[in-house]
């Protein structure tokens, strides 16, 4: 079965740092774009950063400085470097792919992580 799972999530203090891990599972050939996403409890998910495949990225504001996007095409795996973390930054964080090529000339135009949990306590 052909799954985005994401892992490195947990409690952490204001200040300290998470890697979050996003590696494509099942006979997955390729990878496209990455994003990450997030969503608080009682809000709306939100875009926190992506990355092409050739290595283009883009922050959300609130992120910028202190996130870092990141991928390995060989390892069909994203990462996102989180530095800093502040209380806001809770939530649950998701991770999708575009155009993922799987073995048997399969396709899945989108495909999204079942989440990962972030905590930062004050």
């Known amino acids: 079965q052909v799954q985005l799972v994401e892992s490195g999530g947990g409690l952490v203090q204001a200040g300290g740092s998470l890697r979050l891990s996003c590696a494509a599972t099942?006979?997955?050939?390729?990878?496209?774009?990455i994003g990450w996403y997030r969503q608080a409890p009682g809000k709306q998910r939100e875009l926190v950063a992506t990355?092409?495949?050739?290595?283009?990225?883009n922050y959300t504001d609130s992120v910028k400085g202190r996130f870092t996007i990141s991928r390995d095409n060989a390892k069909k795996t994203g990462y996102l470097q989180m530095n800093n973390l502040n209380p806001e930054d809770t939530a649950t964080y998701y991770c999708?792919?575009?155009?993922?090529?799987?073995?048997?000339?399969?396709?899945?135009?989108?495909?999204w992580g079942q989440g990962t949990q972030v905590t930062v306590s004050p």
């Open positions: 990355i092409t495949r050739g290595g283009d990225t």
């Open positions: 999708n792919s575009k155009n993922l090529w799987i073995a048997g000339g399969g396709y899945e135009h989108l495909l």
């Open positions: 099942g006979n997955v050939l390729r990878i496209g774009d």
